[in-house]
């Protein structure tokens, strides 16, 4: 399924063969999400080309299947990692400690302690930090190891002011504290080896401008930190570089934003390190879902699909736009997956919503589709990231499975939850506290028996 795309920037939702997605639902049920592993590679050897001198980290939030980590880590990629668990999916995979950073925000205590006990088998780890108040609670725990430091540099940009990391509060230490929070760092016997920050997610063309003048302030403050603490190794400007959602959205010109990023940071003693995630994955994966439910209703028609907010988050959270395809309409079922002509259905404005209880559950709002039918399987263009990651259970709803297409093949890569599984901690929990009352009561049974 990946010859249609090989030497494209960007993999349309129309260049996926529907019949053998089709094939899929009625294979491993809906809704399914798909992954193309070979994509996922293909986007990685693009962006490697235009940095061919930085060391690539791959930002594991964005779609944190092992296989994945796996697929990228043998093209070259280290992972940067937002907590414990991710940490922890990367060692799965193979990752050595000198292949990791671990980035949190405001980390729990029970993640620094697993991080620091990680640290003892993995020295080569290293440790981003955003506030001087988790370099403390890492000396607390006995951590002086390999030490980077987010900062904050006031510039923020990306798709959504949600994503726009660079000037948000939350993150890093103000990049004027810097200096001094890492001298102090360094005078504390921690090994200082970079700074790092992030001015946002999806970040397009019309944003370079406020992208080039983010690289510029780290450049100047790798200059300036590197002559207070006696030189860096790297400086990390994040990623977030943005892919076409819109049909009519043209690509990122890769080479034009590397050639910006090295003449803004300018001249430094440092390896430029750069941690894209959503880049690698998002066109390497779509969301399947059928339709159960057509209704006029006043203004629109209403298209129901057993996918929903808690399946893919980011039409209800981003105000997002997704592309979404009929694959019936496109490829009419038959025996031998040889017919693929469309089945001249007529368009109309189609609102599709999935099946939570919550009006901001729909994918697309009056969106000029083929008419639909029960029992259509549609497909939602670049789900490959920040798709199943943020999947929840509200409503008690189970998360849907996933495949992988790897080397002509196909497998299940996560399997389907049910509502068994979404009961399980509440059982659990009831057997555990089952177990305690009858072991108190036997204990005191005992207590009494001696007494007697």
């Known amino acids: 399924m990946t010859d249609a795309a090989d030497s494209l920037p960007v993999r349309r939702l129309s260049d996926w063969d529907a019949a053998e997605l089709q094939g899929l639902a009625e294979e491993y049920g809906s809704p399914l999400y798909v992954l193309d592993l070979e994509r996922v590679r293909q986007n990685y050897r693009r962006l490697e080309a235009a940095f061919p001198d930085a060391d690539i980290l791959y930002a594991v939030k964005a779609n944190a299947l092992g296989d994945v980590l796996s697929a990228l880590r043998e093209a070259g990629a280290g992972l940067e990692c937002a907590s414990a668990g991710e940490v922890q999916r990367a060692l799965e995979a193979g990752a050595s400690g000198a292949e990791i950073h671990y980035t949190a925000v405001n980390p729990p205590a029970r993640d620094l302690d697993w991080i620091v006990d990680t640290w003892d088998e993995h020295p080569d780890l290293t440790v981003t930090a955003g506030s001087e108040d988790t370099i403390d609670r ?265 495949v992988i297409l790897a080397d002509g093949d196909v497998r299940l890569a996560r399997r389907r939850e049910t509502v068994d599984d979404v009961t399980r901690p509440e059982r659990e929990a009831r057997r555990a506290s089952n177990a305690d009352r009858k072991n108190d009561h036997e204990r005191a049974s005992d207590t009494d028996n001696d007494e007697r």
């Not at 000037?167 to 016997?189: I, N, S, Y």
């Not at 003048?213 to 790798?222: I, N, P, Y």
């Not at 919503?353 to 670049?382: H, M, Q, W, Y």
């Open 138 to 402: 890492l000396e607390d725990r006995g951590y002086d190891g390999r030490l980077c430091l987010r900062v904050n540099p006031g510039i923020g940009a990306g798709h959504h002011e949600k994503v726009r990391t660079g000037a948000a509060a939350k993150f890093g230490v103000p990049a004027e504290r810097a200096v001094d929070v890492l001298t102090d760092a360094a005078d504390r016997g921690f090994d200082v080896v970079g700074i790092h920050a992030h001015v946002g997610s999806g970040v397009s063309s019309d944003q370079l401008d406020a992208h080039r003048e983010f690289v510029a302030r780290m450049g100047d403050l790798a200059r300036e930190v590197s002559e207070a603490v006696d030189g860096l190794e790297f400086v990390d400007v994040g990623g977030g570089f943005g892919v076409p959602y819109r049909e009519d959205e043209e690509p990122l010109d890769l080479e034009s934003v590397a050639d910006a990023t090295r003449d803004a940071l300018g001249e430094i003693d440092a390896e430029l390190t750069i941690e894209p995630g959503r880049y690698f994955v998002a066109d390497a994966g779509v969301l399947l879902t059928e339709v159960n439910t057509v209704k006029d209703a006043r203004e629109t028609t209403v298209a129901g699909v057993d996918a929903g907010m808690t399946t893919l988050i980011r039409p209800a959270m981003y105000d997002a736009y997704h592309p979404i395809r009929n694959l019936t309409a496109d490829a009419p079922a038959s025996s031998d997956r040889t017919e693929r002509a469309a089945d001249g259905r007529e368009t109309a404005p189609q609102t599709v919503a999935g099946p939570i209880c919550e009006s901001g559950d729909v994918f697309c709002t009056d969106r000029e589709l083929p008419v639909s039918k029960r029992g259509d399987i549609l497909a939602i263009g670049n789900a490959g990231a920040y798709g199943y990651e943020m999947a929840n259970q509200y409503n008690s709803r189970p998360r849907p499975a996933s």
